[in-house]
């Protein structure tokens, strides 16, 4: 067909240009001045200014899920699973202090009295059992959180590459 066309003598570029334009092929006819402009247009390089601009019909929206982005979902997350780490670490390191503690002390050390903060003259194994229960609920409250985190990001439809 495109044979045909051109043994007519008829140019499609013309009718392309006014095409991509937005006119219609039908009411179109063939224009050399802007099928030239439409060419050289295309031939010289883009603007710097061009290059840095947007194109208007574009919608470059932030995807976001339960009035979130992908970010804040993250850092939530990341920041309870973060204090978890380093709560752990803490018990861990109050428990083996402890241990250590335990074979050397005699178990006639008198303690104060439950529910006070500890002395600096209260035994080292009084105060790592403090910091031992301490751990331990702070641990609680992160995993309830943490859980908690989880439920509202499902509710939102949170993906889970957004979660970690």
Known sequence: MLGGVRRLG??????LAAVLAGGSAAG???DQAG???AASAEEQPAGLDRLLTLPDDK???????????RGEWRARFVEVQDALVVER???AEAEGRLDEVAGSSSNWQMAPVPGMQPSPDAPLDYQLRVSIRRHKSEI???ERKLKELEIEANL?????????
């Open 35 to 37: 099928a030239a402009s």
């Open 10 to 15: 008829i140019s499609l570029a013309p009718l």
């Open 28 to 30: 179109a006819e063939p």
């Open 89 to 91: 670490k803490g018990l």
């Open 156 to 164: 939102a439809g949170v993906p889970a590459e957004w979660r970690s």
């Open 140 to 142: 609680e409250r992160l």
């Open 59 to 69: 919608s470059y929206g932030v995807d976001r899920r339960g009035g979130l982005s």
